[in-house]
């Protein structure tokens, strides 16, 4: 990013604190006021300095969508962050990803939805434990992930197309992945189309079936700036938020 470009004024503190809020009115709304939402702040092609401000008003989990962007941000800010990786993952992409940030900084990767990407995934898990500290590793130290589920059923969305799918992929994983762990389900969904986020809400009870944990114990990841409340609403337990904190999003030194 270059540094002649005006930076636009953000209150980035002020926008989360009105997200959160957002969050927390929309679940008493709805009488849902015993459900958490985690809020995850999607900062792609924001410059570290704005990070920082969300990170000074208390925020932890950030959203990324590029490899090579992660990589360089989570080295450059403090180590307690939990990154979560949103975006397409290139199956050649995982073993970096993974090197560069280790199981105790990637704390999802939001967006598998296939065994050759969840198989790259663990084994490069594998080798990130065996290069460190042997007694530094626990047996549960696993990456979680969500199985991204295309529930608009669009072309150029990635994801597995239905429950029946997302079910039988989940089951692989617990099979052939013991550094995986099934933390949850994920979609984008098509703008204004709220039956996506049912559909995810179907998904769930599948797999929950399949593999044999509680509905309640996977994360389902759905809302943005757009919709979110409405996902909340929905049954949304972890929101994405990118501009509506951090503001408009200029691609226009992205490839
Ligand atoms: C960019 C992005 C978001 C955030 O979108 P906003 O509309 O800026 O909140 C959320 N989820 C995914 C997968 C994204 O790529």
């Known amino acids: 990013m270059s540094t002649e470009e005006p ?17 927390s009115q929309t679940l008493k709304d709805n009488n849902m006021t015993e459900n958490s939402v985690r ?13 920082m401000q969300a990170y000074d008003a208390g925020q932890r989990y950030f959203g990324e969508n590029y490899a090579q962007e992660i990589m360089s941000k989570a080295e450059e800010m403090p180590d307690d962050i939990k990154w979560h990786f949103i975006g397409p993952l ?19 990767v939001e967006t598998v939805s296939t065994m050759k990407l969840a198989n790259k995934l663990n084994n490069a898990c594998t080798a990130w434990k065996e ?41 692989e994983i617990l099979e052939s992945c013991p550094n995986l762990k099934i933390d949850g389900l ?24 399949a593999i044999a944990v509680d509905v309640d114990s996977l994360v389902l990841s759905m809302g943005m700036s757009g919709d979110y409340q409405e996902a909340i609403k929905r049954g949304s337990t972890s929101v994405r938020v990118g501009s509506t904190i951090f503001g408009a999003r200029d691609y226009s030194n992205k490839k």
């Open 131 to 171: 290069s460190q500290d042997p007694g530094t590793i626990g047996k549960n130290d696993k990456l979680g992930i969500y199985i991204q589920v295309n529930t608009s059923g669009e072309e150029s969305k990635s994801g597995v197309n239905n429950a029946l799918e997302c079910a039988e992929l989940a089951k």
């Open 186 to 209: 994920m979609t984008i969904g098509a703008p204004g189309d709220y039956s996506c986020f049912d559909t995810l809400v179907e998904c769930r009870k599948e797999v929950a079936e």
């Open 39 to 51: 809020l995850i702040a999607v900062s792609k092609t924001k410059p570290v300095e704005l990070l």
């Open 90 to 108: 290139q199956s050649n992409k995982a073993a970096p990803l993974v090197k560069s940030l280790g199981l105790k900084k990637l704390n999802c």
């Open 7 to 23: 930076m636009l004024e953000v209150d980035i503190a002020a926008n989360i604190a009105d997200v959160q809020s957002n969050i």
